[in-house]
Nanobody
Framework: EVQLVESGGGLVQPGGSLRLSCVAS????????MYWVRQAPGKGLERVAS????????FPAVALKDRFTISRDNAKNTVYLQMNSLKPEDTAVYYC??????????WGQGTQVTVSS
């Protein structure tokens, strides 16, 4: 059974940091690009970052590249999202996604990130 399990979300003050993790199982993790996608309250889906199979070519969204970093550890079947200098507008549910936009795409259940004082 394919699974993507996110963790690391929570409540953080503006300017703080969080690291999200997504542990994959049920498929060969190293064969797939991985993505982080978020959905803020009342808004649509937004691609946050993506990373290739080898982890040597991360693609953060242009607007977030100075604060968010995606990485992966294929030995641990895990993809990470390091988020720094968090702002209230980063409040969203963050989803880990396998192969976004393809017929092989698969979504985790999401983890809530709330940035508030």
């Amino acid at each position: 059974e394919v699974q993507l399990v996110e963790s690391g979300g929570g409540l953080v003050q503006p300017g703080g940091s969080l690291r999200l993790s997504c542990v994959a199982s049920g498929f060969t993790f190293s064969k797939y690009w991985m993505y982080w996608v978020r959905q803020a309250p009342g808004k649509g889906l937004e691609r946050v970052a993506s990373i290739n199979r080898y982890g040597d070519n991360p693609f953060p969204a242009v607007a977030l590249k100075d604060r968010f970093t995606i990485s992966r550890d294929n030995a641990k079947n895990t993809v990470y999202l390091q988020m720094n200098s968090l702002k209230p507008e980063d409040t969203a549910v963050y989803y880990c996604v396998r192969d976004l936009g393809s017929e092989n795409n698969f979504w985790g259940q999401g983890t809530q990130v709330t940035v508030s004082s």
